[in-house]
């Protein structure tokens, strides 16, 4: 069997054919055998294919477990969900009209890997490219997800986000948006932090970032004072970051 | 008759990984996941084979994707060569993980492409069973998932990342 042949019989995955003839792998088997050549291409292919399977399988764990989806597709329980919406409705028109605290009760503390995966998902690529509007608003919409309700700050230009992710900060969990300067390894790095957690009074100074500049500004990032914006622009730094990524 | 909490129980977690390199978002692949489900228990008295439940979970799962798609008003590329070509490999900044710089390409690429991928890699699903998923033979499988790997490598140095230790924090 000749080299193109054997390589080619093995690209083509026929353990993936179902009916696929044995006599053509026995064939490539015999060659890989005799050709050092195709033997090592085949390995650095199978550790290539492989390291892609783990890869495509490497995705956060599913959040619900088991449910009942009997009760959900009942057409008697159905009618009567139909039936209960009007009710429903009227109910949150009055919860939003004179209690707007129930809303605002913290959600179920999220398991914290689950939490890096949502800040660090991948941003949808679109034709015409980012906007700030939509990078801002799917940017807000993770820090809901992950229980952060804050609005962030109008000065940073969010077209610039190269990535958000979490990051360890002195025990705490932090969201951090790292943005593209205006030349080249200059870096805009912002992390969102929380007064009940942080002491406040003593930022920035205290704060080592993983960037040659530690000097930073606090932006107020919400309203109610709680979560607060510390921005810090610089180089980044080789060697160990004070903010290191944690997940 | 299969019971459906038993299939859930059984499937979720290999459903919700391929949502989730469908849609790249967590919050959509689960909904995708629950509404697959939710149609599959209506169905299910019509399921005669119950060795390809699992073929035909997938294909709930994808044709609700696509008119997800639809509704939102997507209009999917058509081939893979309606892509840029892009010569400079992508920034992988500090703290980009490969798992997530594959989604970002697999979210790049035209879904008849991305498609094939996912369930080859995901899954062991033979190439007749993809061809049945997705109602195209199984040449057209073969060839779209050729040049998807061959994409894909282009901008994914596969020899790179062979090279780098393990990603600690990601199961
Ligand atoms: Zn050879």
Redesign the pocket.
Known sequence: M??ET??FILELDLTRMGEADWRDLDAVEA??Q??P??QGWHLQRQAAENRMAQLMQNVPAIRFKHQNFQRDSHTEGRNWSRRLIPYGLVVAVILLIFSPMVFRQPAKPLDIELAAWIMREGFESSVDGPTADSRRLELERRFARIGVTTRLPDALDYSQLLFSGLVELQGHAVPQLVFSGSTGDWLTQVLVLDSRKFDLSSLPESIPTGLTSSEGTLLNADESGRFVALVVDGFRRKGPAGAKAAW | MADITELAKAHQQSLFRYAFRLTGQTADAEDLVQETFLQANRKISSVKDLGAIKNWLFTILRNQHLMNLRQRGNKPLESIEDLPDCAVQPIRPEGVHDSELLQQLLMEMPEGYRTPLILFYLEDFSYRDISEQMGIPIGTVMSRLARAKDWIRARYPVDSIMNQSPIREER
């Open positions: 000749q080299c054997a390589r060659h890989l005799d050709c050549d195709c």
